[in-house]
């Protein structure tokens, strides 16, 4: 049996005395796109920042492996470049950094981890443009300071182009829908459609159904109170979508 | 055991002030060079302490321990602290101005007798003005292409040094003038004057950069008067001595004159910076946009001090400063304080001042991406400077200063 891109065992997590993850099973084989679907404040984003490594949560039980590596044990950073990569719902503008700088930044510092060369300018070049001519970007909108000032369709294909450069082995995509309006999400959809492969894992988590339709899933789970309550093909998703989330939790809507 | 005792009077008011070791070093090389005005002033006065209100956060009598002995004259040289590639070069070593190359197109070298600031009430303006034996005059009778380089040096042992500089810059003329200053490791005190008149619609860019040893004292007392529609960009760059302070006094003389005065305090354990700009809005229709960004790290202490004064016939001016300042450690410590002096009715001045920390939503953008901590923190804390260094035009220059950025960020590591 070959090893899950990522496996995630009773993970518990919480925020000061909160607890907020509660013992999340989840199994991701390789090249499978797996959605996780939850209300608001049930917990899907804390579960993407906790695998990202952000400082804020204390882990109190449980363990991640992406690829087979113990992904708890690592900074954020080495996460990234082990072949981590999540794409954030709100994405930070940082003035004073331009876009450009910070991806070449990003791409050696991912190669330099990996023992492998830096790479030189024109072959950079080359690959942040074809990159973008495929997302609608411009090589005059990645002369401007990171996200700033960025609409929220170009903030999110900034997102793909990122993913695209950085080729990770496993994605979240952290409510990629949201602030998108239609064209926008086909868009960025298809730029997500094109980086599926037989070794890329992604976890596409969102709280509407309609992403779904443009990024089709293997495989649909619905989160509720921190951890997974029912998983099943795409038409779980439907299923939410017209009977609501009291059907799965037991929660009043 | 005494129950009590018998208190003295309170004489703080009439009583001298007791003279530490600074100020009765400070009166006796005044009274050797018959400066007895200034003499009399420290014996009554003393240094201030931070109960004059200019020298608030910088006390220099508590700062100030001691005085080294007057420069003697340079006879060994330091390598230069920057280089800018191609720019045209003045040295002032222990206040002695050197002979200088063959000076560019538009450009007059020249020497006067004594300082060149302007009376104020201020002991360092006095100081220098008492101290300064000659000045380097430089008259730029049309646009200078080379940037102009005034390399101003202590060197040898531990000294007192003096030294001045006058530019006049013709009406339409335009200059880049970066003053830097540095010498040998030694507790000297620099005290340095520099005067600029930009004449109508003169464009000149004038950056300074303390880049002295720890061991130094560093003070400067930049004096700035713009003619109608005259444009000065300043940039200040409080980097080497373990004490420093720089002032600013820009005056808006001419209708249309436009100052961005900006500075950048970069502060390491043990060291104090302060930039203390006083600007005078003198007549009607001026604008300033003065700047000012700090960074401390360790038990570093920055000051930034900005005064904007408008007179009372100067309606419409249009002022605005502000200072942010960014900690690197929990123990850095960032002071600012504004103010206003407004007699005109019809203006718009304000004034802002934030602090804070590296932004931790940021830092863990960078570091989701693959970027080690420290790059991060890097990356962010040039990217909080580029303000400062981006309108600097000149590649070499910026180049440069770049350099001094990236060498601190490194020398903290």
Redesign the interface.
């Known amino acids: 049996m070959t090893t899950p891109i990522l496996e995630i065992r009773n993970l518990h997590a919480r925020i000061e005395d909160r607890e907020i993850l509660k013992g999340v099973n989840l199994t991701i084989p390789a090249g499978e796109v797996h959605a996780v679907m939850g209300r608001n404040g049930s917990g899907k984003s804390t579960l993407s920042y906790v695998l990202a490594g952000k400082e804020d949560y204390e882990i109190t039980e449980g363990e991640v492996l992406l690829d087979g590596q113990d992904l708890l044990a690592m900074e954020p950073f080495e996460r990234a470049s082990a072949g981590l990569f999540l794409a954030f719902q709100y994405p930070i503008e940082i003035p004073g950094v331009a876009t450009m700088t910070f991806l070449k930044a990003a791409m050696n510092a991912q190669r330099k981890a990996r023992g492998e060369g830096e790479m030189t300018t024109p072959d950079f070049m080359r690959a942040v443009k074809q990159a973008g001519t495929e997302l609608n970007i411009d090589t005059e909108m990645l002369k401007r300071p990171l996200n700033v000032g960025f609409s929220g369709g170009e903030k999110k294909r900034a997102e793909v182009l990122q993913m695209a450069l950085l080729q990770p082995k496993m994605c979240i995509l952290d409510e990629t829908d949201s602030g998108l309006d239609i064209d926008a999400l086909q868009v960025v959809s298809k730029g997500v459609n094109a980086l599926r492969s037989a070794g890329r894992s992604m976890l596409v988590i969102t709280h509407y159904q309609r992403l779904l339709n443009h990024i089709v899933p293997d495989v649909v789970h619905v989160f509720s109170d921190g951890k997974i309550v029912e998983s099943g093909d795409k038409d779980l998703a439907l299923q939410l979508e017209a009977k609501g989330y009291a059907d799965f939790d037991g929660a009043a809507a | 055991m005494p129950t009590s005792t018998a208190r003295q009077p309170k004489m703080r008011q009439t009583m001298p002030v007791r003279l530490n070791a600074a100020e009765e070093t400070l009166i006796a090389q005044l009274k050797a060079i018959g400066a007895n005005a200034e003499a009399e002033r420290i014996t009554v006065a003393g240094l201030p302490t931070r109960r004059v209100e200019s020298y608030h956060y910088t006390d220099l009598k508590m700062l100030l321990k001691a005085i080294p002995p007057q420069a003697a004259a340079a006879n060994e040289a330091s390598a230069p602290a920057l280089r800018v590639a191609g720019a045209y070069q003045l040295m002032i070593a222990n206040g002695v101005i050197q002979s200088a190359s063959t000076a560019p197109a538009g450009v007059i070298v020249g020497k006067a007798e004594g300082g060149v600031l302007s009376t104020r009430d201020d002991v360092l303006v006095h100081l220098n003005g008492a101290f300064a034996k000659e000045s380097l005059t430089l008259t730029l009778e049309s646009s200078v292409d080379p940037v102009i380089q005034i390399d101003r040096r202590a060197e040898g042992a531990a000294a007192h040094v003096t030294d001045s500089v006058k530019v006049f810059v013709a009406d339409n003329a335009s200059a880049v003038i970066i003053e830097t200053f540095s010498g040998s490791d030694a507790a000297h005190v620099g005290n340095h004057g520099t005067y600029m008149a930009l004449g109508k619609n003169a464009v000149v860019t004038h950056i300074t950069v303390d880049l002295s040893a720890r061991a130094a004292t560093h003070f400067a007392s930049n004096e700035y008067h713009l003619a109608d529609g005259a444009k000065l960009r300043t940039l200040v760059i409080n980097a080497g001595a373990g004490l420093s302070r720089t002032q600013l006094f820009p005056r808006y003389e001419g209708a249309g004159a436009h100052g961005d005065i900006t500075g950048l305090n970069l502060v390491s354990d043990g060291q104090h910076a302060d930039i203390t700009m006083d600007a005078l809005h003198a007549v009607p229709g001026t604008t300033s946009q003065p700047l000012f960004k700090s960074i401390a790290r360790g038990h570093g202490k920055a000051v930034v001090q900005g005064k904007l004064v408008v007179a009372r016939d100067a309606q419409k001016t249009d002022a605005k400063f502000m200072h942010q300042g960014l900690m690197l450690s929990d123990e850095a410590e960032i002071l600012s304080k504004p103010e206003l002096e407004i007699y005109a009715d019809d203006v718009v001045c304000g004034h802002g001042s934030t602090c804070g920390k590296l932004?931790?939503?940021?830092m863990?953008?960078?570091?989701?991406?693959?970027?080690?901590?420290e790059?991060?923190e890097t990356?962010?804390v040039?990217?909080?400077?580029?303000?400062l260094v981006d309108p600097i035009e000149d590649e070499a220059l910026a180049e440069a200063l770049h350099g001094i950025i990236d060498g601190w960020l490194l020398g903290g590591k």
């Open positions: 932004d931790e939503d940021s863990f953008y960078l570091m989701s991406r693959g970027i080690p901590k790059e991060a990356m962010l040039r990217g909080f400077l580029e303000e």
